[in-house]
């Protein structure tokens, strides 16, 4: 079965930065893309952007632009999701999720477990 | 970027009636070279990821119950529970992917 297992929870200081992991099996991993949204506490959620797990071709939020980085590693099928220069702003349960196209942004049809992280001095 | 802005914010149902949430974007989503609505909808309950309900606006993911349907094109869009059961009871988001995806802001259902 199609699962999605992300990094376990982080405290980071404003400034820092953070890189989240997002495991995939049960499906071929090159036929697809991975997506991360964000949901700050008792916010809706906020797509971040997306990467092709065939090509690594990206597509960020233009708000991220300059501070997120998004990259697949296919010979462990994971995904990395760093987000830098990080304010409390920042503080929220992070998701990945499969996008049911690897060449276009879509949706996500599979969804990681989620890893909050907080950033607080 | 393409707003997506919902409706209600949230309603309460009974058991059993129908619940309609409506879901409109700033600009059409639907793109003409193949005459597909880029617009999914998912429920979020508590404590857990979001779920995808339908896409391409009015295809149900599979294992969804077909109490749950979609329908719209351009910038209207709605999605509609049918017979409102108690496990329903969930924020649902609507979400665009004609261009940089953006969602909707979210919608309660609770029962009355």
């Known amino acids: 079965q199609v699962q999605l297992v992300q990094s376990g929870a982080e405290v980071k200081k404003p400034g820092a930065s953070v890189k989240v992991s997002c495991k995939a099996s049960?499906?071929?991993?090159?036929?697809?893309?991975i997506t991360w949204v964000r949901q700050a506490p008792g916010q809706g959620l906020e797509w971040m952007g997306w990467?092709?797990?065939?090509?690594?071709?990206?597509n960020y939020a233009q708000k991220f632009q300059g501070r997120v980085n998004m990259v697949t590693d296919t010979s462990t099928s994971t995904s990395y999701m760093e987000l830098t220069s990080l304010t409390s702003d920042d503080t929220a349960v992070y998701y990945c999720?499969?996008?049911?196209?690897?060449?276009?942004?879509?949706?996500?049809?599979?969804w990681g477990q989620g890893t909050l992280v907080t950033v607080s001095s | 970027d393409i707003v997506m802005t919902q409706s209600p914010d949230s309603l309460a149902v009974s058991l059993g009636e129908r619940a309609t949430i409506n879901c409109k974007s700033s600009?059409?989503?639907?793109?003409?070279?193949?005459?597909?609505?880029?617009l999914a909808w998912y429920q979020q309950k508590p404590g857990q990821p979001p779920k995808l309900l339908i896409y391409?606006?009015?295809t149900r993911e599979s294992g969804v119950p077909d109490r749950f349907s979609g329908s719209g094109s351009g910038t209207d869009f709605t999605l509609t529970i049918s017979s409102l059961q108690a496990e329903d009871v969930a924020v649902y988001y609507c979400?665009?992917?004609?261009?940089?995806?953006?969602f909707g802001q979210g919608t309660k259902v609770e029962i009355k």
């Open positions: 999720a499969r996008d049911s196209s690897a060449t276009t942004v879509t949706w996500g049809d599979y």
């Open positions: 049960g499906y071929t991993f090159t036929r697809y893309g």
């Open positions: 990467i092709s797990a065939y090509n690594g071709k990206t």
């Open positions: 600009r059409s989503v639907l793109y003409s070279s193949d005459n597909k609505n880029y």
């Open positions: 391409w606006a009015s």
């Open positions: 979400q665009q992917a004609y261009s940089t995806p953006t």
